[in-house]
């Protein structure tokens, strides 16, 4: 971190999107991994982007996520200024838990916190979306929402402008497996059927109405019940080897569900207690062990904040 | 109404079903009107029914809603039992606020009185959609779980078994109008498509969460955004006239929002208080008068309950 002015740190969640049933609109915050960025004010008007990661992302403005969201916000601000954003990024890029929205939903916290707040949390979910635009080439916010507000997000629409419902949800554990495969966001999307049988569809709206009903009433087995996908699922899983087993064993295993993290190959289960999630985390172990293929798993929770802005330097690495 | 020993008189109230966005999803009880369903226990194993309204509606058992719902309930009872059951209806068939519905669930409500409530609600949602089947082809459960449950239910799926969700929504008011068509909901049905484009699917599934939510928050702004409906209402509005005059004008006039009942041709409107309700009436008037339709139209609220059982024979028809 080389800035000295003044500047802000923020570490940026990471989220899971299209949370089974309620693919494009339902997402919400883990309380690890998360990405750290440096932003500071600059008088030259602009965004300057330094990397330190490895993962060899563009640092042109306008083809890096954090950069994209900054320039459409930069573009809504009157005076002459421009911004110096340094990321580390811990969520690595293509694994399904939300990697570029961590980046944009950063970088357009802390280029408000810098600006005096001065954006609603709704605006800054718009100009973050211009991030995930560059990252998938769809303007969608279901990463952006839970990044920015935190616990359980519910974006009802994002036309004519984003409408974020946070969910009250009740404490859930959430277990997590990324496959070492890459999959990108928009060959995921391309797989996708454009068309729906209004039966699947039907069936799908009521268990969104359900996993949402579930959440604010904090009603377990109807979670658990409403966490079915006859949309998505059956299409993209077909890229993720050890999906089924995965799903199935975790289930046995005592978890109310879950699927595909954003459009993966990182898969998530929801469970109630943490010795349930532990158990899931085991089924994983045994999945992937047998596949052979290389993976790495972890239980966390579901973070209740987004984005969290300091304005001091940050501590060693050990306290991430 | 000619038995006499222990009879018990049923009200099953009428209820819109099609909620906006929650196609075959979402329902809700109206405080009116209410058919009366009078049953008895019988020896003589079977249906009985007699009709005491002038509609013309067949009282052979397995081809009259309640009578369908009731022979259904009986194959379940070990007991040599029969029923007698005396209609009359208020509700007018095909007028889209639920008249099968309230037959069918009325009934086995009311048989299931004389059996000593052996039965769950689940279980007489069950049985009452083997009378829907015979009104309309389908064996959907939206309007069935609100005249048994009351208030406003999600369907959240039916199969394996009919899942019902109660949702504690704040008060509300309902404007309904009648305009003197008849629609059958088999027709209604047919000329849905039967695909749905993906990306109206999810607008869908956003409104239905959202509708979910704001009704659980009591949150009437999320309400009215959420009562948006891309999916069926452009189809199936062409079918009633004056429709698009009585959406936009009730909006204008303050309503939260509302739609088709049923499969219509009713129409109903949602108000945050009976004042709204009524300027929104006020706009179904002018409409009708001015396209020089017949029509009926009535303000009144969810009823917070479904079918009311007595076991005292009813006083006269002042009292419904």
Redesign the interface.
Known sequence: MRFSSHPVTVLAPATVANVV??????GFALAEPADELQLRLTEQPGVVITHEDDFGLPTEPARNVAGAALLAMLRAVPEEVGVEISIRKTIRPGSGIGSSAASAAGAVVGLNALLGNRFSQPELVHYAMYGEEVASGARHADNIAPAIYGGVT????TLPSP?V?P?DAPPLFVTVVHPQIEIKTADARRI????????D?????????????GL??HDYA?IG??LEDV?VEPVRSILIPGFAEVKDGSRVAGALGGGISGSGPALFMLSQDEATARAVENVMHATYQRLSLDYHTYVTTIHPTGCQVSSEAPAGPESR
């Open positions: 049933c309620g693919f494009d609109v339902l519910l974006i009802r629409a409408d419902v969910l996708l059927r454009q068309e729906v049988p209004l039966r569809a039907i069936r799908q709206w009521g268990n969104v109405g359900g996993l949402v009903a604010l009433q109807l019940r409403s949309v």
